[in-house]
Each structure stands twice: as structure tokens, then as C-alpha cells.
């Protein structure tokens, strides 16, 4: 077991990171119906951004909120300006627009910084917890509090805020909620804004955990999305739990002869395998 031990540690810091950006797909979902292709990208940009002033010298915690505000604000005008123009059509309709608004977000992230890897360093890095011969960074520390933490917050929000009321009203049935005076956009708003921070957060930790490249960032859409699918796009705890088991997973793939240069591959299994349990969940819908 003690063999196994460095792989569940690395797993666990780069299934926090899974976890986070499933209840972030779970929570617009859940408000607006569209699975947001785009979560990967905007984590990307924001991420970059923060590289970009922490190499110019800049303070921190500014590149830290800068990070999130790029994310957010792309969302958000995502969220105002376009999502609002497709309310009425089919909901696989609405998410694979958010397909083409990643591959914009993506392709000017590459022309912008370019296509070479590079390393987000977080201050957390510097020390972390021992456990006999492995460390667990304070980073991936972080990323396991922020996802449980982020998935009580949001349960708060939907079960005991006026806010969350009227998303789940929405879940259920949009054009009934407008009908009875509803704030339909008001309410798309929060979630979109939401969606951009959970993207934000998620694309730093990633950024430090694995590396800051735009394409790898932008297919972080695809564990999230195995991991939202697991929890039938509804339950935070299952979704949460589902991306830490994606990640150690994909982190115990390397032990297995013949099959560690292909565990990558891992999240794209596991939503394959997840998809027709979704599909038929929709169908019963």
C-alpha cells in the first residue's frame, strides 16, 4: 500500500481541482440549463493573466484577483450578451455555443502568450504536510479545502438563500418562472458570475498543479464534466467525490505497465462510460 501512497497523495490535489470545476459545471447547470464548454478556457486566461503581472513584478494578491476578475467578467459577459440571445432554443444548443465561445477564448489565449508551457508558482508551494516519505503541498492542501469548502457554500446557497430558491425554480421550469414575474436574467447573472470564479479558482490551482497551457487548461472541461455526469448534473457531494476518484485514478494509471503514457486518458473513460447514464436520466426527464 505504502507504494501506492506518493499516487493517492498526487491524486487527491489534482482531483480537487476535478472536484472544483464539476460543482462549478453543476451550479449554471442547475440555474440555466447549459453545460459550459468554456470553463476550461476561461480558467486558462485567467491564469495567464496572473503569470503575466506576477512576471512584471506585481504584487500577488493582486495577480490572484486579477486572475479571478478576467474569468469572471468573461463570463458574466458571456452570460448578458449571448447566452440571453439563445434562451429560447434547445439546451444542447445553448452548451455547444459555449463550445465555440471557448475555442475563441482558447485560440486568443495562444496567439496572445503562446503555445509554450509554462508554470504558475503559488506562494502554498513552498512547504506542505509529510506523510513518511511523501509531501502534500499546502497547494494541494488548499485545493481539497477549497472543493469541500465551495460545495457547502453552494449548497447553502441553493437550499437556504432567496437566490438559490430561484435557481432551482428556474431548473424546473423556465418559462413557468418567468410567466410568474421571475428575474430570469438576474438570476442567469449570478450563476454565470459564479461559474467564472469557480473557473478561475480552478485554473490557477490547475495551472501550478500540472502546468499553464492553454489547450491542456481548456480540456479541463472534460474530467468536470465526467465528474458533473456522475453526479447526475444535481448532486454536489457525488459530484465532488467523483472528481476526487477521477483524479487518483488518473494518478494510479501511471502503476499500470503499459498504460501510463495514456493516462490522460482517464477522465475521457470515465465520461464515456458516464454518458449513457446521463442520457438516459434526460430521457426520463
Not at 56 to 72: D, H, I, K
Not at 78 to 92: C, E, F, I, N, V
Amino acid at each position: 500500500m505504502s507504494d501506492y501512497l506518493p499516487f493517492l497523495v498526487s491524486g487527491l490535489g489534482l482531483g480537487a481541482v476535478y472536484a472544483l470545476s464539476g460543482v462549478g459545471l453543476v451550479v449554471l447547470y442547475r440555474s440555466s440549463g447549459v453545460l459550459n464548454f468554456a470553463f476550461g478556457a476561461l480558467g486558462a486566461i485567467g491564469a495567464y493573466v496572473a503569470w503575466s503581472l506576477l512576471d512584471a513584478g506585481r504584487p500577488q494578491a493582486l495577480a490572484w484577483a486579477a486572475a479571478l476578475a478576467t474569468a469572471m467578467g468573461l463570463s458574466l459577459a458571456y452570460g448578458r450578451l449571448l447566452a440571453p440571445r439563445l434562451a429560447l432554443r434547445d439546451p444542447t444548443i445553448r452548451s455547444i455555443a459555449t463550445l465555440g465561445f471557448a475555442l475563441i477564448v482558447m485560440g486568443f489565449t495562444e496567439w496572445f502568450w503562446g503555445e509554450q508551457p509554462r508554470r504558475l508558482v503559488l506562494p502554498t508551494d513552498a512547504d506542505g504536510l509529510e506523510f513518511g516519505d511523501v509531501r502534500l503541498t499546502y497547494t494541494r492542501v488548499l485545493g481539497l479545502a477549497l472543493a469541500l469548502a465551495m460545495m457547502a457554500g453552494i449548497g447553502l446557497l441553493l437550499s437556504k438563500t432567496r437566490t438559490g430558491l430561484k435557481m432551482r425554480a428556474l431548473a424546473n421550469d423556465r418559462e413557468l418562472s418567468a410567466l410568474l414575474g421571475l428575474r430570469v436574467l438576474q438570476v442567469d447573472t449570478v450563476a454565470w458570475v459564479l461559474s467564472g470564479a469557480f473557473a478561475g479558482v480552478c485554473g490557477l490551482l490547475l495551472a501550478n498543479i500540472v502546468r499553464l497551457q492553454a489547450t491542456l487548461l481548456t480540456f479541463l472541461v472534460i474530467p468536470a464534466f465526467a465528474a458533473a455526469m456522475l453526479g447526475r448534473l444535481n448532486s454536489l457531494p457525488i459530484t465532488v467525490a467523483a472528481g476526487l476518484g477521477i483524479g487518483v485514478l488518473e494518478a494510479l494509471a501511471i502503476t499500470v505497465p503499459g498504460f501510463a503514457p495514456f493516462r490522460s486518458s482517464v477522465p475521457f473513460l470515465v465520461a464515456l462510460i458516464a454518458l449513457p447514464f446521463f442520457r438516459n436520466d434526460v430521457r426520463k426527464a
